[in-house]
Nanobody
Framework: QVQLVESGGGLVQAGGSLRLSCVVSGRTFSSYDMGWSRQAPGKEREFVASINWSGSSTDYAYSVKGRFTISRDNAKNTVYLQMNSLKPEDTAIYYC???????????WGQGTQVTVSS
């Protein structure tokens, strides 16, 4: 059983920064590509960023490129999302996911709330 626990969300003013963390337990962390998605009120869940199992490749949604940075520490079973220059439209619940690099169903965390005030 794979478990993902996010932390680091909160309330921040526009222009501020937050760092989200996601700790993974239960399986070999380095066998998973990792990512973040978000869901704003009344909207569908959308992709934010992803990183491959080794950390050598990343991908970002256009809306966050240049402001957010995804990284991982395989020794700590943790993936991070550094969010800078936050905007009110970044307000959402942020979910961490683990996607088996070899294929198969992804695992999701419970989410952490990020609220950006104007």
């Amino acid at each position: 059983q794979v478990q993902l626990v996010e932390s680091g969300g909160g309330l921040v003013q526009a222009g501020g920064s937050l760092r989200l963390s996601c700790v993974v337990s239960g399986r070999t962390f380095s066998s998973y590509d990792m990512g973040w998605s978000r869901q704003a009120p009344g909207k569908e869940r959308e992709f934010v960023a992803s990183i491959n199992w080794s950390g050598s490749s990343t991908d970002y949604a256009y809306s966050v490129k240049g402001r957010f940075t995804i990284s991982r520490d395989n020794a700590k079973n943790t993936v991070y999302l550094q969010m800078n220059s936050l905007k009110p439209e970044d307000t959402a619940i942020y979910y961490c996911y683990a996607d088996p690099a070899a294929g198969g169903e992804a695992f999701w965390g419970q989410g952490t709330q990020v609220t950006v005030s104007s």
